[in-house]
């Protein structure tokens, strides 16, 4: 029975693909057009249908579902038509077998898978629609990222110049450090400290403390004091609310650079996911123009895909890294 299922799609295929989102050329029944490729109000009506199921938990206006259908059912076409513009066509074949996977898919089969559509109210010509854009939009993306630019090793290099402190150990400075509001005390532990006492061996107690060298540049007295501070001294008191501070410093561990050699893999990584990005965003902001000009809609569906749109103020951007 699975047989005689996944053949039978194989036949309808034929004549859904590149018509399943958009009918036959009509007259009063095209709402819009792309390129030589019409939209129908029965193609709308559908997806509207099928995106109100989707959205049953939620309150979707009819007006927000006309847009959003048409929208969708406007770039899908922009996605398929660049696609075969740029020798990428989606092949009937591979929509076939992408069909056949998704049925193999359900432990049941295609009855599961039928009753998996009634249940989205969707049909099996708009499943074949959905690959169909999701197979185009694969190949348009691949065509929008081989136009990136490549990464030099020059451009590393100075990156990695421009940013040396990205790619560095800080110094670290290990003190012994005491603290108490009795300044009578703190007398005491300086003067011992004169003599050539450590501060462990005259404070009641110490903590061990480790600052970086990022501390200078902050709002603590006790951390720009640590930064200045020299071997073999009891250092302060820095004075802190009630609180005195002294501190002996006992480490120095210096700043250690990474040398590019050992991060230049990374940076390219990271200037050629920002290259990838730049290049997507400049391929479908010209994709969106080109697409916009071929795109024409009737008075009431106009939507923000097509050539008649006039944007306000109130018009939310889209998405720079989007085919939508």
Same mark, same amino acid.
């Given at each position: ?12 295929? +034929? ?8 009918? +036959? ?39 927000? &579902?006309?847009?959003?259908?048409? $929208? ?6 922009? !996605? ?38 009634? &249940? ?37 290099? $100075? ?54 060298? +990022? ?50 893999? #990374? ?12 290049? !997507?965003?400049?391929?479908?902001? #010209? ?38």
């Amino acid at each position: 029975m699975a047989g005689r299922c996944l053949l039978t799609f194989a036949v309808v295929i +034929g004549a859904a693909v590149g018509l399943a989102g958009c009918g +036959g050329d009509g007259s009063a029944s095209v709402v819009a057009r792309v390129g030589d490729t019409p939209v129908t109000k029965a193609t709308l009506d559908q997806w509207m249908s099928a995106m109100a199921t989707e959205s049953a938990a939620a309150t979707v206006s009819n007006r927000t &579902l006309k847009q959003r259908a048409l $929208s969708f059912l406007i770039s899908s076409q922009w !996605l398929i038509g660049d696609a075969a513009e740029q020798g990428s066509a989606v092949s009937q074949r591979e929509v076939e077998r992408r069909l056949n996977e998704k049925v193999r898919a359900y432990p049941h089969g295609e009855a599961e898978f039928r009753e998996v559509l009634k &249940l989205t109210g969707r049909t099996v010509s708009d499943t074949l629609f959905d690959i169909e854009v999701e197979l185009a939009l694969a190949a348009v993306r691949r065509l929008a990222i081989k136009q990136q630019a490549k990464v030099t090793s020059a451009q590393v290099a $100075s990156y990695y110049d421009k940013h040396r402190q990205l790619f560095a150990k800080a110094e670290e400075r290990r003190v012994a450090l005491f603290y108490t509001k009795s300044d009578a005390l703190v007398k005491r532990i300086k003067r011992a400290g004169a003599l050539g006492q450590s501060l462990t061996s005259v404070a009641p107690y110490v903590e061990s403390l480790v600052y970086t060298n +990022g501390f200078k540049e902050g709002g603590n007295p006790v951390a720009r004091a640590v930064h200045v501070a020299k071997f073999g001294m009891i250092e302060g008191p820095v004075r802190v609310g009630r609180n005195y501070f002294v501190f002996e410093l006992k480490e120095v561990r210096p700043l250690i650079q990474s040398p590019l050699a050992q991060v230049a893999s #990374s940076i390219r990584q990271e200037l050629e996911a920002e290259a990838r990005q730049r290049a !997507l965003a400049a391929f479908i902001a #010209s994709w969106r123009r080109k697409w916009i000009a071929r795109t024409d809609c009737q008075p009431g569906f106009v939507v923000q895909k097509c050539r008649q749109y006039i944007a306000s103020k109130t018009s939310a951007p889209e998405n720079p890294v989007a085919f939508e």
